[in-house]
């Protein structure tokens, strides 16, 4: 009778991917961390291509005419600006955590919400910049 009367043990798992982007709402600072380590992956799995580009760029006056060529593609457009982005964001977001690392005060709940907001909107601004130049505007 004791065995009846037993509640069943909980049961935990694993979570995946999935319910950590979509099921939990995670603070921005938590976003800006995923965001810091997704933008350095990427930076790391396409700097061969980052090299090439700057090894066309940099050969003559024939290989930039080649690679000027090639970034007017759309596409390769699209990859630069994904990069470029990746950049952006990983850079302001480890100068955050620099300052972080000198200021212990900026590493609290409300500043941590703060400065992540400032990476958010200084790295959007200079994508939005880099983007126009990208496409032409100026």
């Not at 409300?110 to 992540?116: P, V």
């Not at 880099?130 to 505007?137: D, P």
Request: with cysteine; hydrophobic share 55%.
């Amino acid at each position: 009778m004791a065995e009846a009367a037993k509640k069943p043990r909980p049961e935990y798992r694993n979570i995946g991917i999935g319910q950590i982007l979509f099921a939990y709402r995670l603070p921005l600072a938590g976003r800006v961390s995923i965001g810091h380590r997704v933008s350095g992956a990427l930076l790391f799995i396409f700097l061969p291509f980052l090299l090439y580009l700057f090894d066309q760029s940099l050969t003559s006056e024939l290989s930039f005419q080649v690679f000027q060529a090639f970034l007017s593609n759309i596409v390769v457009k699209l990859i630069v600006l994904v990069l470029g982005w990746a950049f952006l964001f990983h850079f302001c977001a480890g100068v955050r955590h620099l300052f972080m690392d000198f200021n212990h005060g900026l590493a609290g709940k409300q500043q941590g919400k703060s400065t992540s907001l400032v990476v958010v909107i200084v790295s959007s601004v200079l994508t939005i910049a880099f983007a126009a130049k990208l496409f032409g505007a100026f």
